[in-house]
């Protein structure tokens, strides 16, 4: 990853220039993939009770 791309991906998840002495490249890259699926449709969402017998 070059540096142009790291920053990129932090104005992309709304991160603050402030906010990376908080923060890993790897925790960065986490919540840009973690972004990628918020629009994901997932076909079931496990509910409190089948969390409850896991």
């Excluded at 990853?1 to 890259?29: K, W, Y």
């Excluded at 973690?34 to 409850?52: G, H, I, K, L, R």
Aim: aromatic share 10%; glycine share 4%; proline share 4%.
């Amino acid at each position: 990853m070059t540096t142009p791309l790291f920053l990129l991906r932090c104005v992309q998840i709304g991160l603050h220039i402030s906010e990376l002495d908080l923060l890993t490249i790897g925790t960065v890259n986490d919540m840009y993939a973690e972004m990628s699926n918020d629009d994901w449709d997932y076909p079931e969402v496990a509910t409190q009770e089948m969390m409850d017998r896991f």
